[in-house]
């Protein structure tokens, strides 16, 4: 049962007793009902309106999974495009270097500590 359906039940019980509606008590009772009848009308209304927000938190979190999903595959590509697979002339190690580590088309050997000049035009291939 819903709260409008007990606050309908209530109403007609309270008809079925068929009490003087010049009584103070029953003008007393009478307003409750009123104000239990209001209540429930505000109660509907809101469980509507939380079903809609509900649907639309529900159409906007798969929308942000989308997105999420692009800025992802996204920030993948981008990384992939950054690095660089290099190896050190001094002793053999290869060196995943991205962009940052690159100075002055030089870079350190983490490995030997050489530094040591890069063909810039050999490693963008
Ligand atoms: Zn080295």
Do not use: H
Request: net charge negative; aromatic share 4%.
């Amino acid at each position: 049962m819903t709260v409008s359906e007990k606050v309908s039940y209530l109403k007609g019980l309270v008809e079925g007793l068929d009490l003087d509606k010049d009584d103070k008590t029953v003008k007393v009772i009478n307003a409750i009902i009123d104000t239990l009848d209001e209540v429930a009308e505000c109660v509907s209304e809101l469980e509507l309106d939380v079903a809609d927000i509900s649907d639309q938190v529900d159409a906007v979190d798969e929308d942000l999974a989308e997105v999420e999903d692009y800025l992802f595959e996204y920030d993948e590509d981008d990384d992939e495009d950054d690095l660089y697979e290099i190896k050190c002339p001094e002793c053999g190690n290869t060196i995943v270097a991205d962009l940052d580590m690159i100075d002055n088309d030089e870079i350190k050997c983490p490995e030997c500590g050489a530094s040591f000049q890069l063909d810039i035009e050999e490693i963008e291939e």
